[in-house]
């Protein structure tokens, strides 16, 4: 064994954690090294928590990253938990860091409509090219000139107005030796509210999915701040993976991350797993809500009810897009959406893209708040 | 890279973890690891979690331990460079420049008199005996994310009209996360990183009964096993260390004024549970939670 090969084996384990999909940068590297240095080290445990400080691995990954540990340099305990894994592709990239389906909640068996329910359906979709490509491509278009903003707390040169921008008048001042030549003004930037969309992926909304995936890829790239999050059975989000460029291996990517295709739903749940983890409330915050699900609750549709009161006091506007308001004749009917209805600011046609994306577009006529 | 084996006396994380200690922070191996390394490599230290589990109790106890004034940034939307590093005291400039007179030496209105130093400043004029927390980075935006990557990356800010100024020793900075966005790929790998869990019903127990001393055992095992119970519950707000600690000071509190067990921690759940949702979530349950905890 040469003096080199210690090293080499330690230099193996950040090419084995590149490859899986973890981001590891060179200075990590040195880094880790020099911790093991200090450390010691006295025991394996020594270098285990070097890694995890300075490889920084992302704590929803955690157990993946102590198993290819265990796995790499213990040989044993190689139980790596495959469901965590996103995707072997050369697709993979730094950006998508952490994928895997978000916690799941509840058991596969519900008091009301077990027999309908529960059948969570791990299946990867295949998607077929959109035909809807004209109306997507419109709305990416027109939706940056249009989305819905809020005043930022970031103060920029302004030409006018009631905000005068002290600082700036006293440094104009210091140049002219200390007279106050002109009025300065400074204004609040505009910045745009996050749209956070939850897709219902369940079997009653089978037909519209692929065309609701297509549309959040679309909202993806034409705006900035945007989150997507499926649900049927279980809440998944999927935000990095539709930041691919490319639509098809953006839809793909998500087809394998999305583990509860045309299962049963259970919204209510849904949205209250949504609201239980802080991290996930948070996005919703001031945000513009868009849920696109007919509503046909499985569960309690009173639970439904609440969860969409608790959002619509954290978000700015909320908004139910449903495809069986297509029907002119269309009412709320369905126990959970009579439950959830005093809560929202829309309810909509969802039932096409074009219509989809038309309540998109006018959300930003309520004016900035 | 630059390696300080030791600082102020403390040669190991375990070393680090007995100085915690004693300033009642009860740290675990992992987080007294990440600690000392980043003290050690002189890079920042991350620390990451749900809100309540420490991290800035963390970062006041190393400062602590380092014997160091700890000087905090809390960051928000819209933080600039005139709030985290350094801002000229213009009324003073201009005062100075209306007294002088026609004859009077021309006065030097870039002096240090006339520059008021905030937190970043303060840290790098001074490494030695500040340590620098930067709190809740996630609630700070891209562009102060972007600006801090570069005080990170080589501890040098410049001052137009003074030129850069540089810190002669590496500063010992901590940032803090309650992870509400994710931070840019490439601040999370400037710094040693740590995620800091809820800790284990033993480790809390200790907490409590170190931080609130006038609980008893009984009651500090039922507040822990109550709050690992309403840590599972789909709740807008999970209840901190802090709000277990406060519980059990509040349960006992009540109780030695005369309250009966299990009814005393019923009446104080308002120290635990600040949401009226989640109130209206946990009030049927709460009887079964705490007999279950063995309130």
């Known amino acids: ?51 995890r400080a300075t490889l920084a691995p992302p704590p929803e990954r955690l157990a993946e990253f102590d198993g290819l540990f265990a796995r790499y340099f213990l040989g044993t305990g190689g139980t790596v938990p495959e469901s965590e894994r996103s995707d ?58 249009r989305v819905p903003r809020r005043r930022g707390y970031r103060w920029r040169a ?55 995936l297509a549309f959040a890829h679309a909202l993806v790239h034409a705006a900035g701040a945007v989150e997507i999050f499926t649900f049927g059975t279980r809440l998944t989000r999927i935000s990095r993976a539709l930041r691919l460029r490319n639509a098809q291996q953006a839809l793909m990517r998500t087809s394998l991350l999305v583990a509860d295709w045309d299962g049963g739903t259970r919204i209510g749940e849904a949205l209250t797993a949504f609201l239980a983890i802080p991290r996930f409330s948070a996005l919703a915050r001031g945000a513009v809500l868009v849920v696109l699900s007919d509503g046909l609750e499985r569960g309690d549709p009173r639970a439904m009810g609440e969860a969409v009161a608790r959002l619509s006091r954290i978000a700015w506007r909320t908004v139910w897009l449903t495809p069986l308001a297509a029907d002119p004749g269309f009412a709320p009917r369905t126990a959970g959406l009579l439950a959830a209805q005093p809560f929202l600011d829309r309810i909509g046609d969802g039932g096409s893209l074009a219509s989809i994306c038309g309540h998109l577009l006018d959300l930003a006529r309520d004016k900035a708040a | 890279m630059v390696v300080r084996r030791t600082l102020v006396g403390i040669g190991s994380p375990q070393e680090l973890e007995n100085a915690l200690r004693a300033a009642y922070y009860l740290a675990d191996r992992d987080l007294s690891t990440a600690a000392y390394l980043a003290l050690a490599l002189g890079k920042p230290l991350l620390l990451e979690g749900a809100p309540g589990v420490g991290k800035t109790e963390a970062a006041k106890a190393i400062a602590g331990v380092l014997g160091r004034t700890l000087l905090r940034l809390q960051c928000y939307e819209g933080i600039d460079a005139s709030a985290a590093l350094y801002e000229w005291n213009f009324p003073r400039q201009m005062l100075a420049l209306r007294q002088q007179g026609p004859d009077s030496q021309p006065i030097d209105i870039y002096r240090d008199e006339f520059l008021i130093e905030r937190p970043m400043l303060a840290c790098l004029r001074r490494p030695e005996e500040t340590m620098l927390l930067i709190d809740e980075i996630d609630r ?132 635990v549970l600040k949401d009226e949702d989640d109130l209206v979530h946990i009030t049927p349950k709460i009887d079964a939670i705490l007999a279950e905890a063995g309130a």
């Open chain 1, 88 to 145: 072997e592709s050369a697709l993979q990239s730094a950006d998508d860091l952490g994928l895997r389906p978000e916690p799941i909640f509840g058991d596969d068996t519900h008091e009301s409509g077990a027999q309908a329910t529960g059948a969570e359906r791990l299946s990867a979709r295949r998607f077929a090219r959109g035909t809807e490509d004209d109306t997507l491509h419109h709305f990416a278009r027109a939706l940056p000139a």
């Open chain 1, 1 to 51: 064994m040469d003096a080199a090969s210690p090293l080499a084996h330690l230099l193996g384990f950040t090419a084995l954690l590149r490859e899986m999909g973890f981001a590891v940068a060179p200075e990590q590297t040195m880094a880790w090294l020099a911790a093991i240095d200090l450390l010691g080290p006295q025991e394996i445990g020594d270098i285990r928590r070097a890694a």
């Open chain 2, 140 to 271: 700070s935006d891209h562009e102060f994310e972007a600006f801090l990557l570069e005080f990170l990356s080589d501890f040098q800010i410049s001052i137009p009209e003074r030129g850069a100024i540089r810190a002669y020793e590496r500063p010992v900075v901590i940032l803090t996360s309650n992870r509400t966005r994710e931070l840019h790929e490439a601040l999370r790998r400037r710094c040693v990183y740590h995620w800091i869990e809820y800790p284990a019903p033993e480790r809390e127990m200790r907490i409590i009964m170190m931080r609130a001393s006038g609980v008893g055992e009984r009651a500090a095992r039922a507040v822990v096993a109550a709050v690992g119970r309403l840590r599972r519950e789909p709740l807008v707000k999970h209840p901190g260390i802090a709000e277990a600690v406060e519980w059990a000071e509040a349960a006992t509190l009540l109780n030695q004024q005369g309250e009966r067990w299990p009814e005393a921690f019923r009446r104080s759940l308002g120290v």
């Open chain 1, 158 to 212: 302004g030409r006018g107005g009631p905000d005068t921008d002290a600082r700036r008048m006293f440094r104009d001042a210091m140049r002219n030796a200390g007279e106050f030549i002109r009025l300065r003004y400074r204004k609040r930037d505009l910045r745009q509210r996050r749209i956070v969309v939850l897709i219902d992926v369940s079997g009653s909304m089978k037909e519209r999915t692929q065309a609701h």
